[in-house]
């Protein structure tokens, strides 16, 4: 069975730093290039940034380019998302999210999601 | 930038159709896939329409997508409506600037 389960959330303060962990299994993880997208409290969905299978290739978000650093390291099956410089803005559930397509190059279109992790960010 | 809009709620009673929206705002939003995820409340998204029209494995044939490019615009039609389909739809496609776009995302409610 696919999976995917994320770790790392919690509260911090403004100007704070955390990192996000996403584990994969039942796929060739490094075949599929991998997601971040966040949902703030009531909000809808905003993508956030994507890495390529190989982790050669990153994309961010204008919002948060200069701050979050997605990398991978697929030896461990593992995503991830370094985020610095949080603001409260940045308070949302985030989720990883595979790519449907298994070219390995970003497609941008996701069919397997995780279960999210909240991130707070307040005083 | 590209943006997609959907109606912010639809509502129709169980056992009938209904479709959502989405609109493109510039181009031709028949120029890359768009995907529909369904997000039950409290719960991660899920993946109920990829590359415009294709379902993934487990997702019922009651669920189905298509393009309309003289609107240029994309829809989800659900036909036979269940109380379990009563949730947050939102459409998804891919902007060569921007990378990834979201709908605002449609509250379905099935009464």
């Known amino acids: 069975e696919v999976q995917l389960l994320e770790s790392g959330g919690g509260l911090v303060q403004p100007g704070g730093s955390l990192r996000l962990s996403c584990a994969a299994s039942g796929f060739t993880f490094s075949s599929y290039a991998m997601s971040w997208v966040r949902q703030a409290p009531g909000k809808g969905l905003e993508w956030v940034s994507a890495?390529?299978?190989?982790?050669?290739?990153?994309y961010y978000a204008d919002s948060v380019k200069g701050r979050f650093t997605i990398s991978r390291d697929n030896s461990k099956n593992t995503l991830y998302l370094q985020m610095n410089s949080l603001r409260a803005e940045d308070t949302a559930v985030y989720y990883c999210a595979k790519d449907y397509s298994s070219s390995s190059w970003f497609v941008g279109a996701f069919d397997i999601w995780g279960q999210g992790t909240m991130v707070t960010v307040s005083s | 930038n590209f943006m997609l809009t959907q109606p912010h709620s639809v509502s129709e009673s169980p056992g009938k159709t209904v479709t959502i929206s989405c609109t493109g705002s510039s181009g031709s939003i028949a120029s890359n896939y768009v995907q529909w995820y369904q997000q039950r409340p409290g719960s991660a998204p899920t993946t109920v329409i990829y590359e415009d029209n294709q379902r993934p494995s487990g997702v019922p044939d009651r669920f189905s997508g298509s393009i309309d490019s003289s609107s240029n615009s994309a829809s989800l039609t659900i036909s036979g409506l269940k109380t379990e389909d009563e949730a947050d739809y939102y459409c998804q496609s891919y902007d060569s600037s921007i990378y990834v776009v979201f709908g605002g995302g449609t509250k379905l409610t099935v009464l």
């Open positions: 890495i390529s299978g190989s982790g050669g290739s990153t």
